[in-house]
Structure formats: structure tokens, C-alpha cells
């Protein structure tokens, strides 16, 4: 391994820079639960000026990355997957491609299936290649909720007072608007016991006031100071309030897997041709009849597995072609059962075409920044 020198210039971006860019090209709560995608060597606050894409870290790749002096490389399988116990500098593991890394201060980010699952991702650009039109995932990625919903009664003349005090928490904050609220006139009851001091009526017999439920959405981080402040503002001696959970949010467009629509007349064997020709697929292979008619693409890169069998649109069936990188055995006699055609390219030369595309995003988002596509980064199979 060629050690680095670290060439001296002026640094506008950091590595929080590249995390921000990459949380909006592919955000990693859309990737599958099992990846380890993110910054996954080195620190947010390191100094970024030279990034390097790829697919996979190997020795020529690592040995590329020091020569260039790159500061950062975007990783697309993640480096560190596995339980690690040692992190021992050598190029002939992960493990210890990591830790060279992190001996020269080059930091790694995988987005992996979150670049899978984003617009614009593997699968999109895979599927754009095969003519397909149309796309929507094989399901829609939820959007985990990192809020809820807080509800409280308050008098009329004591509304502003208490709604200003959860504002000021840090409530009723809707995407870049402020102060949001929804407001319901009503009557609420209550009977004060002898131990009690009512703030209106009297202990010891049946109140009835007016007054107005308050309801706002609150941050998870910010509900303890949200219900102290309320507690803090509102007028009641015991004031009732009540916290929802609030369902993740389908988001439209992002999910694992692409369903898309083909050319009347497609065939199988067209889609192979033309993408063994565009991908330089050294040993494509398919499954089915060449001639099949085909309406519609199901597109997995890497490794489609049993996916496009149940999705959304009730999995592929006949005249359906999955394109993916690399099928089993027994999933080719599924689809094969199920009356599809499929095309395998490859695991890396499926998952590959989408780093061109991901390298003008990010230099869209993060203009002025170096960027460069290893060119040691290679498929690992051949034909002997």
C-alpha cells in the first residue's frame, strides 16, 4: 500500500457536508433493516475537498484512494458489515481496509439500499436503461416518525397564553411553518374533591366550562420541555393533556426494487441485448424464452431474491421480466413456474451504471467539491 501524503489546500466542505448531501439524495431510514449504510469510517467533522466513488473496496481501489489523495470515498457496499473484534491495517480483508482507512484519515460513507431504494438510485437508473417507464418501487418506504401529538383543554381567555408557551417549546412546527395549531370550541366537565383548589368553580359539586381543545405537533426530542411548559402556563391546578403516537408516512416514490412499464412489442431477448451492450455485462444470462412479449420490468440490482415475487402489484407473473444482477437457482424454477422471463448481469455491473449519476448529485449539492470514479474499481468476475 502506497502511503499518503495529505496535499494542503483550502477546505470548504467537511464530512457533515457530504452526510447532509446524501441524506437528501438517499435518505438512510429508507434502507433495508438488516444494512449498515451512513458514515461508516472516520468523523463528521473532518475536512472534505476530494471525494472518490465506487462500488466496492478492494486493495487496487484502496491503493487508488491513497495515491489520489482523496479525503473521503462514498463506499457503495458498506466496508464494515460484520460484527468487528479487531481492526488490524491490511489490504486483504474489510477489516483491514477499514482500519487503513482510518489510519490515513479517509473517511467512508455506503448508502447501499438507501441509494437502492431513493429516486434517482440503482434500481431507477438500471430501469431507465432497460427502456422502462413509469416506475414506482415494489413498496413504498415508510417514513419513521420522529413526532407526535399533543393535546390539551384550556379556558378561552387563557388560549394564547398557553399555545404561545408550547410554541416557544419548540411545538407546532409543520415543515418551514411556525405556530401551527388546530383549535376546537367545546365543554369540558369536572368535579373538585375537598382536597382540591379549582382555578374557576367550586370544589365540591359538578363544574361545566367552555373551553377550547388545543392540539399540535410536537418533536419526540422536544416533549418533555413541551408538556413542562404547558404544565408551567396552563391556568388549571391539574391540567389534562393527552400525547398520540403518530403513524409512520408512506413516501411516494422511495421503496426497494423498481416495477416499470415497457415498449409495446418489447421482447426478453431485446432487453438483454441491449443492456448486455450498454453494461459491457461480460456474462449476462437469462432465464425464460427470448421471445416472451414483456409489459412490464421488475428491476432489483445486486441480488433480487425472492422480491419481485410479492410486491405491492401482487409480484411478477407472465409477461413480466425481472432484471437484477444475480438469481438462485431455485428462484429462476419460480419464476420460470410463474411464467416470467429474467435477466441476470451481474452483481456489480447491475448495482455500477448508478455511481455516474449519484457523483452530479452530489457535486450539485455540494458545488466546488473534487470528485472522481475509481477506475480500479472492477467486476470480480470473468471469463476465465
Same mark, same amino acid.
Given at each position: ?38 458514515? !461508516? ?5 473532518? @475536512?472534505?475537498?476530494? !471525494? ?21 470515498? +462514498? ?22 481496509? %477499514? ?84 383549535? !376546537? ?28 381543545? +388545543? ?17 408551567? %402556563? ?29 415498449? @409495446? ?13 450498454? +453494461? ?105
Amino acid at each position: 500500500m502506497a502511503k499518503q501524503t495529505k496535499r494542503k489546500t483550502n477546505r470548504t466542505y467537511t464530512i457533515a457536508s457530504l452526510n447532509a448531501a446524501m441524506e437528501a439524495i438517499a435518505p438512510t431510514w429508507a434502507a433495508a433493516d438488516w444494512d449498515n449504510v451512513g458514515l !461508516l469510517i472516520g468523523s463528521a467533522a473532518w @475536512p472534505l475537498t476530494h !471525494l472518490m466513488l465506487t462500488i466496492d473496496m478492494t486493495a487496487a481501489v484502496l491503493d487508488e484512494a491513497l495515491k489520489s489523495k482523496v479525503d473521503a470515498i +462514498l463506499c457503495y457496499h458498506p466496508v464494515v458489515f460484520k460484527a468487528t473484534k479487531r481492526l488490524l491495517v491490511s489490504d486483504q480483508s474489510q477489516e483491514g481496509m %477499514a482500519a487503513a482507512l482510518l489510519s490515513e484519515r479517509i473517511a467512508v460513507y455506503s448508502p447501499h439500499t438507501a441509494l437502492d431504494a431513493a429516486p434517482g438510485g440503482t434500481n431507477e437508473t438500471l430501469a431507465t436503461m432497460a427502456g422502462a417507464t413509469n416506475l414506482r418501487p415494489f413498496r413504498t418506504a415508510l417514513k419513521p416518525v420522529r413526532e407526535c401529538k399533543l393535546v390539551t383543554f384550556v379556558p378561552h381567555d387563557q388560549l394564547d397564553i398557553v399555545s404561545e408557551a408550547l410554541f416557544a417549546a419548540g411545538a407546532g412546527r409543520i415543515g418551514d411553518y411556525e405556530k401551527c395549531s388546530y383549535r !376546537l370550541d367545546g365543554n369540558g366537565t369536572f368535579f373538585g374533591t375537598d382536597s382540591t383548589n379549582p382555578t374557576v368553580g367550586r370544589r365540591g359539586q359538578l363544574e361545566t366550562v367552555a373551553e377550547m381543545r +388545543l392540539e399540535v405537533v410536537v418533536p419526540l426530542r422536544a416533549l418533555p420541555q413541551a408538556v413542562a411548559a404547558l404544565i408551567a %402556563a396552563h391556568p388549571y391546578e391539574e391540567p389534562a393533556y393527552d400525547v398520540y403516537p403518530l403513524q409512520a408516512t408512506p413516501q411516494m416514490g422511495v421503496g426497494q426494487g423498481r416495477i416499470g412499464d415497457l415498449p @409495446p412489442k418489447t421482447t426478453a431477448g431485446a432487453v438483454y441485448d441491449a443492456l448486455a451492450r450498454k +453494461l459491457k455485462a461480460p456474462h449476462a444470462l437469462m432465464v425464460g424464452n427470448a421471445r416472451q412479449k414483456v409489459r412490464r420490468a421488475f428491476v432489483c440490482v445486486g441480488s433480487a431474491g425472492t422480491m419481485p415475487l410479492a410486491t405491492d402489484e401482487g409480484g411478477c407473473g407472465v409477461g413480466d421480466l425481472v432484471i437484477t444482477g444475480e438469481i438462485r437457482h431455485h428462484d429462476a424454477l419460480t419464476y420460470q413456474r410463474r411464467g416470467a422471463t429474467a435477466i441476470a448481469l451481474g452483481h456489480w455491473t447491475s448495482e455500477r451504471p448508478a455511481l455516474k449519476p449519484l457523483e452530479t448529485m452530489i457535486k450539485t449539492a455540494l458545488p466546488g467539491l473534487t470528485t472522481m470514479l475509481s477506475k480500479k474499481d472492477a467486476e470480480p468476475f470473468g471469463l476465465g
